[in-house]
T-cell receptor, first 115, second 114 residues
Framework: EPEVTQTPSHQVTQMGQEVILRCVPI?????FYWYRQILGQKVEFLVS????????KSEIFDDQFSVERPDGSNFTLKIRSTKLEDSAMYFC?????????????FGEGSRLTVL | AQSVAQPEDQVNVAEGNPLTVKCTYS??????LFWYVQYPNRGLQFLLK??????LVKGSYGFEAEFNKSQTSFHLKKPSALVSDSALYFC????????????FGGGTRLMVKP
């Protein structure tokens, strides 16, 4: 069964450093998402991406965050200058169609620890 | 704005007994409703969804959920719980008139004891 894959599974970084989290969505999916889950808290939407541009973003997704799909398969989330409060599990997800009734398929997450 | 409430942080049930995990939602338009399950150190796995039609939807692993528009609820149910059902369950809603963003509830930890 096709699945969303994420790397790294865990990254530890120093505050102020740049981090790139990578995702390979399911191959025939067209919509890509990043969500995050701070330990013990709810899953929060960050951004959605379609046709090589951001379609929606939340208040969390400020200028420190960026996304891109550099090579048609990977979908990356970059945090330019990490803060302690960026420590969380970051989930990538993909879906087949926009505004559709389909479910999102999630990866297993990348745990980011900012020291 | 859309929101989801899961009023119980934890639900405890004995194996073989029926289980219910509660969810209520708020959207301005018509809702698409979803349940996901998260096992320890794993991602979110889709269980079931309500889009339209029959209010009772059936999903993976014997789970089902009932959409109740008047009560704005979408409770997750299973007739007979298994120890292996122990996990974190998330309800989520998408407003069909407001794009693709899924809004999740805070999650309910289900503990099934032998």
């Amino acid at each position: 069964e096709p699945e969303v894959t994420q790397t790294p599974s865990h990254q530890v970084t120093q505050m102020g450093q740049e981090v790139i989290l990578r995702c390979v969505p399911i191959s025939n999916h067209l919509y890509f998402y990043w969500y995050r889950q701070i330990l013990g808290q709810k899953v929060e939407f960050l951004v959605s991406f379609y046709n090589n541009e951001i379609s929606e973003k939340s208040e969390i997704f400020d200028d420190q965050f960026s996304v891109e799909r550099p090579d048609g398969s990977n979908f990356t989330l970059k945090i330019r200058s990490t803060k302690l409060e960026d420590s969380a599990m970051y989930f990538c997800a993909s879906s087949h169609l926009a505004g559709d009734t389909g479910e999102l398929f999630f990866g297993e997450g990348s745990r980011l620890t900012v020291l | 704005a859309q929101s989801v409430a899961q009023p119980e942080d934890q639900v405890n049930v004995a194996e073989g007994n029926p289980l219910t995990v509660k969810c209520t939602y708020s959207v301005s338009g018509n809702p698409y409703l979803f349940w996901y399950v998260q096992y320890p150190n794993r991602g979110l796995q889709f269980l079931l969804k309500y889009i339209t039609g029959d209010n009772l939807v059936k999903g993976s692993y014997g789970f089902e959920a009932e959409f109740n528009k008047s009560q704005t609820s979408f409770h997750l149910k299973k007739p007979s719980a298994l120890v292996s059902d122990s996990a974190l369950y998330f309800c989520a809603v998408r407003d069909m008139n407001a794009g693709n963003m899924l809004t999740f509830g805070g999650g309910t930890r289900l503990m099934v004891k032998p």
